[in-house]
């Protein structure tokens, strides 16, 4: 019931941006946090960024300082803006959302498929 569409993905050269996005859309009565997750083949998925309701964010150490996430409440909406992006950022970057679904008095995790960052040197 609940579905995160992710967009932005793509292939980028090192130094280049890139920015992410991913809308929350179904039975949704608020979302506490929203977030990005990456995972590259052979490595365990890692946290990227995530962000709060009220703007409280963290941040894995090998982004901070290139890496922004923010989010609009208004769309159910998270993006995940990316400067100098570097070889080893390249991976599946998936979204997730901790929602309370309507008619539901509990939180879950939910995921988007996931879209592809391919960074070159």
């Known amino acids: 019931q609940v579905q995160l569409v992710e967009s932005g993905g793509g292939f980028v050269q090192a130094g280049g941006s890139l920015r992410l996005s991913c809308a929350a859309s179904?039975?949704?009565?608020?979302?506490?946090?929203m977030g990005w997750y990456r995972q590259a083949p052979g490595k365990q998925r890692e946290l990227v960024a995530t962000i709060t309701t009220g703007g409280s964010t963290v941040y894995a150490d090998s982004v901070k300082g290139r890496f922004t996430v923010s989010r609009d409440n208004a769309k159910n909406t998270v993006y995940l803006q990316m400067n100098s992006l570097k070889p080893e950022d390249t991976a599946v970057y998936r979204c997730?959302?901790?929602?309370?679904?309507?008619?539901?008095?509990?939180?879950?995790?939910?995921w988007g498929e996931g879209t592809l960052v391919t960074v070159s040197s």
């Open positions: 997730n959302a901790n929602v309370l679904r309507t008619g539901w008095d509990f939180l879950a995790d939910y």
């Open positions: 179904g039975s949704i009565a608020s979302i506490n946090s």
